[in-house]
């Protein structure tokens, strides 16, 4: 019976491993490879890198700080989690597991652009012509020409935000038509931000500008950022019969304990602000809270 379980090794679940394997308590860390974090080519509001870091180095680093005291990532989706006489199954593809206590760290899914091929998706995102997360790296877009594919008021939140970095906001309907109320209209011509209508779906790159076809012919931007929202990577925990939001985000108390006993949760999985220190913010206070439940239960002795 391990102590505790991880699943996902992206920040949040790493962090947790690194806590959790220096308590001396046996923890095993399973993944299954698509960390939001190794999308990243290169953070620059992550402290203690003044000149940035890769997302795929940043990763690296920790998985080997793990390794060091004894929490090795294995490459293992987990398909299920059941509660059993007081202590968790964790069962993955070719065989299951017993924990005292998991933490789930699944993180989400960014929706991708409507119609974008994954190929040119992926060029595109290494090279900043496409991005997710305008608190990371709207510092990079300064004065540039963007685009933000969405509408509503998510899309409408996410222009806006943008606004504070260049003059040069367009928002662009993923679909036929925007949806945008007076309120969003009103905000949206205040700050000068254009609107277009789609639908989007057809896309190339020319040069060093990310090209969107539109309503009103083919638009050229430097940066586009979609907002087209998340699937959250939340459904092992709700399976279980833990709180979600609608959007599927897990509830948590201070302690990041779901409403699941035994079952903690961190990082993006959880609401809050989908950053890296902020997930590994959340991992340190679960792992540490995992430990004293464990010590509870039953000393913890060296
Ligand atoms: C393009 C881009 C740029 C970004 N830039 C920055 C930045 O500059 N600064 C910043 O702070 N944040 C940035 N972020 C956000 C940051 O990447 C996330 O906040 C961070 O990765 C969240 O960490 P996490 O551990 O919660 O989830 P993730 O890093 O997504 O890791 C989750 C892990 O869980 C695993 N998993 C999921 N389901 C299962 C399962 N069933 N079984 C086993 N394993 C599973 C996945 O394979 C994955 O490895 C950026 C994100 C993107 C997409």
Redesign the pocket.
Known sequence: MDDCII????????TAAIYLARFYLKVRL????????????R????AGYPDGIT?TDLLDRMRRQAARFGAVREE????ALAREDGHFRIETERESFAARSVLL????F?RHPPGMDDTLHDEA?ARGLL???PI??GYEVTDKRVGVIGTGDHGTREALFLRGYTADVTLVAPDVDHELDEECQAELAEAGIETHDGPCGEYRIEGDRLAVETADGWLQFDSVYPALGSHI?SE?AVNLGAEATEEGCLTVDDHLETTVPGLFA????VLGL??????MGQAGVAATTIRNHLAQERPLRR
Do not use: E, K, M
């Open positions: 699943i996902g090794a992206g920040p949040a679940g790493l399973f993944d299954c490879g698509t960390s939001r974090a190794a999308l990243i080519p953070t620059h509001n992550h997302g293992r989706r987990v398909t760290a699944t993180g989400v960014n995102l991005r997710y997360c990371c790296d990577r092992l961190a990082g993006d999985v989908d950053q890296i220190s902020h997930a």
